[in-house]
């Protein structure tokens, strides 16, 4: 396969790609096998590099074209395409965020050039949940010497088996706290993956639970690291990447229940009907509804993605997106399944597995109700900062009546 030198051929070579993963989909969905080959065949079509800086062997793709090529994966296997979002999302850090020490950078850049050598953030614990909810970790980095040795355990893991590196949110256990991402190794002495991941969608992600007991790191394999007592802080903007990308995989599973459902209907035809399903008032009704939710899908996701590269603001717009896209994905693969009838629930058809895919975008955080709350709370915020003032109504007066022009009869 011939490594594109341009993100407009990185972004056919997904869509070839996307086509080839969903011919194998099944067999990664049953058996919750991880997705190697797949990430093989990215890595020699060169689209791991994709928003990796040009000067570090990448395309220089922005916010837009990742959108595109895991919209393309995700159509054909959401489980790798969500791996790969987490991987562009770190490598778009990397390239612009400024945070990344220049030694760290050049360590996992030569490694994405020589090979398959994935990132990740693990940030999620049992008991603390997300740290979106605000509270601090309890996984800890102790200094020891000119090491940190760090312990804990973090949940959702996505994609383990296969990543190179993890960067691990910890608290430092200094008499004076720090908050950062250490950069771990996943072949270091002390860390093991505890196999948890059973979820009824998503199967292939592989997203186990990572358990670091004393894991030591160099004291410089750090970033972003701040007191502790500032709580964790999100570049806003960046927060686009994430709200973005994690509902395009949900959505590429509801565009996989759409294709099947337009080739189960132009093909199915019942002796009673004696004509395809696809003549039935009913489907194409409910189809029709599904090209709306879909094509709002494609335009919202699209719209934060320009406004992104673009330098726009968007403020809180994201996040509703993040929402609404993944509701409508799973509207969309219910009425799939509603219109599908017995074929679309039998695991011999892809359409179960979509729906299943699409309900688990249910389990990123930030969840829904957090973003209604966050919207609304921003809505309140500009109600009060909008000064008070009395308005002079526009006079209402009536309307003058028209002449009229009298025509006489000759």
Do not use: C
Request: charged content about 20%.
């Amino acid at each position: 396969m011939t490594v594109p030198t341009d993100v407009a051929s990185a972004i056919a070579k997904a869509e070839e790609l996307g086509k080839r993963f969903a011919l194998t989909a099944r067999h990664y969905d049953e058996t919750g096998d991880f997705p190697f080959a797949n990430f093989d065949a990215l890595h020699e079509a060169g689209l791991l590099g994709l928003v990796t800086a040009p000067e570090h062997g990448g395309l220089g793709g922005g916010l837009t074209e990742a959108l595109a090529v895991v919209s393309a994966i995700a159509a054909g296997e959401p489980s790798t395409a969500l791996v790969l979002a987490m991987h562009y999302n770190q490598h778009y850090s990397i390239r612009v965020s400024g945070k990344w020490p220049e030694h760290l950078v050049e360590r996992v850049t030569k490694a994405n050039r020589e090979g398959v050598a994935l990132i990740n953030a693990a940030q999620v614990e049992p008991r603390v949940g997300s740290p979106s909810h605000g509270t601090l970790p309890e996984t800890v980095a102790r200094r020891v010497g000119d090491q940190w040795r760090i312990t804990g355990h973090k949940t959702y893991a996505t994609g383990i088996p296969l990543l190179r590196w993890v960067s691990v949110l910890a608290v430092t256990d200094e008499a004076e706290p720090r908050l950062g991402s250490f950069l771990v190794p996943t072949s270091a002495d002390g860390m093991r993956v505890e196999k948890t991941w059973n979820a009824t969608g998503m199967r292939a992600t592989n997203s186990h639970d990572l358990i670091l007991d004393e894991v030591a790191i160099p004291l410089e394999d750090v970033l972003d690291i701040a007191p502790a007592s500032e709580g964790l802080k999100r570049d806003e903007r960046m927060g686009a990447w994430y709200f973005s990308l994690v509902p395009a995989i949900y959505d590429g599973a509801a565009r996989g229940a759409r294709d099947w459902l337009i080739d189960f209907a132009a093909t199915r035809a019942p002796a009673s009907l004696g004509a395809p399903l696809s003549t039935v008032p009913r489907i194409q009704d409910g189809l029709g509804q599904i090209e709306v939710w879909l094509t709002v899908n494609r335009r919202l996701l699209r719209s934060i993605a320009e406004d992104f590269d673009s330098g726009r603001p968007f403020g809180p717009d994201a996040a509703a997106v993040k929402h609404t896209v993944m509701e409508n994905a799973i509207a969309i693969t219910t009425l799939a399944l509603e219109l599908g009838g017995n074929p679309g629930i039998s695991r011999d058809n892809p359409l179960e597995r979509h729906h299943r895919d699409a309900l688990s975008g249910k389990a990123h955080a930030p969840q829904n109700n957090l973003i209604r709350t966050m919207l609304a709370k921003a809505a309140f915020g500009r109600h009060a900062a909008t000064p008070t003032r009395t308005l002079e109504p526009v006079p209402v007066r009536p309307h003058p009546q028209p002449r009229l022009a009298v025509v006489g009869r000759s």
